[in-house]
Structure formats: structure tokens, C-alpha cells
């Protein structure tokens, strides 16, 4: 049963619009969430994240929104480069699963030039 | 920002032999580490979480006897595989968290392990 989902396998978009990642879980104990981006052969990078008690954060060109009561939060990477194309997972924490998080399958972002 | 280091980040291996990797905190101290196992396209799958001072504590699955991790000091874990066959060919990655409450786990750069 996969708690943290992530329904686009892939996503394209062009360089200098916006992408948009989505993100879904089912757990409702889940009180901080987090992006991260990961290239091939690489260890996956922290991008941003968010706690349940605000529902918008923003970092650069990087913004993350939660919707609490939809279960439901979103990446905003605006201007898309080149660069970001990449996997993009989203973790989820639960306080009573330790330190660990639950992790999304994953979306493919590839921004064409 | 915390930093997590792994190595070796490619390793050969043949069958029946054993590997180690290393999983380091270089700038922050992990009581609690986890190591990820990675499948071509596919999410990570959390094999295990490695404990400072303790045994580690296995996800449903993954054999102990054969993954062995050792959490000695509250900078280094290492996960050794044990009597390797081409199966155990992956991605393995560590993390650790540099604080509590809300802070993001921090990811080593991973480890590609190829059994021949």
C-alpha cells in the first residue's frame, strides 16, 4: 500500500515555463514533507521542504504547496532550466516512523531547450 | 549544509565474495542512519535503519545475515554485503539526519555495486 504517491511517471516541459510535480499521500499523521531531486548515479539532493502547519514555501525558483485536507502537495519550479531536468522524489514523515521518511516512486522532469 | 559521504561510489565485485561501503556524517553526528536500496527506475526501498551503539533494525525482506551494518561511531555506518551473486547488483544509498523535529535527511552520493 503506497502511502506516498506520485502519479506522473513523467513530465516535459519547456525551458523557461513552469513545471508542476504533484504529490499525494494517504497517511494523515504525515507532518513534514519534503522534494528532492535526483540525478542518475547520484544520491538524491534536498530541494525544500514543508511542515504541516504552513501550507506555502518558497525558495528561489522552487515553491512547494500542501493542501492538508486534500491530502495533497505540489512542486513549482519556475523558471524550468535545462539543469532541472531530473528525477524529483517526494518524502513524507511520519513522527511515529522514527526518523525515517516515506519516499514517492518518483517523476522524470525533462525540460527541453 | 550536512554532508553525508559514501564510498566507494562504483565497486566490481566477483561472486561469493563480500563488499563494504561506507556511509560518513562529515559535519554533523547521526545517531541513526539509513541505507536504501535502488532498482533501475524505480523508488528508493528502505533496507534498513543503522543505530548508534545497537543492533540495526531490518525492513520486512531484506536478509540480515547477508547485509550486514555496523553503526560503531556516531559519524560512520557501514553496510557490508555478504557472499555476493549478481542479484545483489544495485544502487545502494545512505542518509542520515542532521537534527530533530523537522529536518531533512541528507543523502550520501550512493554506491553502484556490480556482481560478476
Known amino acids: 500500500d503506497q502511502q506516498v504517491k506520485q502519479n506522473s511517471p513523467s513530465l516535459s516541459v519547456q525551458e523557461g515555463r513552469i513545471s508542476i510535480l504533484n504529490c499525494d499521500y494517504t497517511n494523515s499523521m504525515f507532518d513534514y514533507f519534503l522534494w528532492y531531486k535526483k540525478y542518475p548515479a547520484e544520491g538524491p539532493t534536498f530541494l525544500i521542504s514543508?511542515?504541516?502547519?504552513?501550507d506555502k514555501n518558497e525558495d528561489g525558483r522552487f515553491t512547494v504547496f500542501l493542501n492538508k485536507s486534500a491530502k495533497h502537495l505540489s512542486l513549482h519550479i519556475v523558471p524550468s532550466q535545462p539543469g532541472d531536468s531530473a528525477v524529483y522524489f517526494c518524502a513524507a514523515s511520519d513522527p511515529d516512523y522514527g526518523q525515517n521518511f516515506v519516499f514517492g516512486p518518483g517523476t522524470r522532469l525533462s525540460v527541453l531547450p | 549544509g550536512a554532508v553525508v559521504s559514501q564510498h566507494p561510489s562504483r565497486v566490481i565485485c566477483k561472486s561469493g565474495t563480500s563488499v563494504k561501503i561506507e556511509c560518513r556524517s562529515l559535519d554533523f553526528q547521526a545517531t541513526t542512519m539509513f541505507w536504501y536500496r535502488q532498482f533501475p527506475k524505480q523508488s528508493l526501498m528502505l533496507m534498513a535503519t543503522s543505530n548508534e551503539g545497537s543492533k540495526a533494525t531490518y525492513e520486512q525482506g531484506v536478509e540480515k545475515d547477508k547485509f550486514l551494518i555496523n553503526h560503531a561511531s556516531l559519524t560512520l555506518s557501514t553496510l557490508t554485503v555478504t557472499s555476493a551473486h549478481p542479484e545483489d547488483s544495485s544502487f545502494y544509498i545512505c542518509?542520515?539526519?542532521?537534527?530533530?523535529?523537522?529536518?531533512?535527511?541528507?543523502f550520501g552520493n550512493g554506491t553502484r555495486l556490480t556482481v560478476t
Open positions: 542518509s542520515a539526519r542532521s537534527g530533530t523535529g523537522v529536518s531533512p535527511l541528507h
Open positions: 514543508i511542515s504541516s502547519i504552513k
